[in-house]
């Protein structure tokens, strides 16, 4: 008996810790975890601001700017240009194009080199590919348009000199708060799982996916990444079905599939439907339509990490005002994670988006 008491006692104190995912999830609330694309500590969005003064000198230049996009096809990308463009708007800030790459490097190599021949005083986009497009960015600023980041920025660009300033979510933590959301939803058992992630050099998709992998192993255990599948675009929701359909098969015992962003969900959601995998649990990050609405009906999706979006395009708009006023910026501002399930679902969307839910999400909730 003393033999068997010490080895419980031995197997207690070696058994491995596990996180408490309502306790991350909270603290998690509290910071932002990112770092910029060269390893710039995070501003926070409240210290980007315009005094009345400021913001009468920006109406008198009649300013003009160009949104240019990597990609449109989704609730995240339409929410920063209704931010964009609401506060270059209060800016007095004219608005002459906003284009749409399809993730396509050379797509946005030619909506850069076109939108260079109207001499915008701006620019704001998020580079589809940092090495592919750095030529075409490089020539902007040479010419003196003023250029302001989301997310990523060109290889060998220096914030300060080359751009004003990047902003982001905390995608790191965003990655953080689904690996925890993950373990929420498959309880204290774990189990074995599997990632659809984006296969591209993107500073924010990768710091999603180190930021899951690395927290699954340390604070769970118990859950076991059995499968990866990388994905490339353009049809995301399509290759993502097509991944996690294979990994479904060739796995069948994995529990829960984790997804880059809110539309590989959509894929995995396919795919789980296909595969008669009613009880599959899907994490991921962005708050999308599609994804709200499994979740406000219970279904495959029970967590994921939202950005702010539209706030971010405010912040990014008014430091395009710093650059005309020759004001110093920050050279990374991000905002800090939002973890969402069922429960903060409605409040959540209000907070990324700026106005209430659709009627199609708050009609699906249970």
């Given at each position: ?238 290759d993502a079905e097509k991944a996690a359909g294979a990994m479904l098969t060739s796995n069948p015992n994995i529990k829960g599939i984790w997804a880059v962003w809110d539309v590989p969900a959509e894929g995995v959601m396919a795919a789980a439907r296909a595969n008669g995998r009613d009880d599959l649990i899907i994490t991921t990050v962005d708050l999308g339509e599609n994804v709200a609405i499994s979740m406000a009906q219970g279904g495959f999706i029970k967590g994921l990490g939202a950005q702010r979006p539209y706030d971010a395009g ?53």
């Amino acid at each position: 008996m003393g033999s068997a008491t010490a080895l419980a006692l031995f197997v207690g104190i070696a058994a491995p810790a596990f996180a408490d995912p309502d306790a991350a999830l909270a603290k998690l609330q509290e910071t932002v975890l990112s770092k910029g694309p060269s390893g710039e500590d995070p501003s926070p969005a409240s210290d980007v601001v315009l005094s009345d003064e400021e913001l009468a000198k920006i109406k008198e230049m009649g300013a003009t700017a160009a949104i240019v996009m990597h990609y449109g096809g989704n609730d995240w990308s339409q929410a920063q240009i209704n931010g964009l463009q609401t506060q270059f708007g209060a800016m007095g800030i004219e608005v002459i194009a906003v284009t749409d790459a399809g993730f396509k490097p050379e797509k946005q190599v030619s909506d850069l080199e076109t939108i260079m021949a109207q001499s915008p005083d701006i620019i704001v986009s998020i580079p589809t590919d940092p090495t592919a497009t750095a030529a075409a960015y490089r020539a902007a600023a040479e010419a003196g348009t003023k250029l302001v980041f989301m997310d990523n920025v060109p290889t060998g660009f220096v914030p300060g000199t080359d751009y004003v300033s990047v902003v982001s979510a905390d995608n790191y933590g965003n990655g953080v708060a689904a690996a925890h959301l993950m373990a929420k939803a498959l309880g204290p058992d774990g189990g074995d799982i599997g990632l659809v992630f984006h296969a591209a050099d993107f500073f924010v998709t990768k710091q999603r996916y180190d930021a899951f992998k690395a927290t699954i192993a340390s604070d769970y255990p118990n859950i076991n990444i059995v499968a990866e599948q990388g994905i490339g675009g353009p049809d995301f929701s399509g290759d993502a079905e097509k991944a996690a359909g294979a990994m479904l098969t060739s796995n069948p015992n994995i529990k829960g599939i984790w997804a880059v962003w809110d539309v590989p969900a959509e894929g995995v959601m396919a795919a789980a439907r296909a595969n008669g995998r009613d009880d599959l649990i899907i994490t991921t990050v962005d708050l999308g339509e599609n994804v709200a609405i499994s979740m406000a009906q219970g279904g495959f999706i029970k967590g994921l990490g939202a950005q702010r979006p539209y706030d971010a395009g405010v912040v990014e708009a008014k430091l395009a005002g710093y650059a005309l006023l020759g004001k110093d910026a920050p050279d990374f501002v991000a905002l800090p994670a939002l973890p969402v399930a069922q429960d903060n679902l409605l409040d959540a969307w209000t907070q990324v988006y700026s106005t209430e839910a659709t009627e199609n999400v708050k009609a699906s909730m249970q």
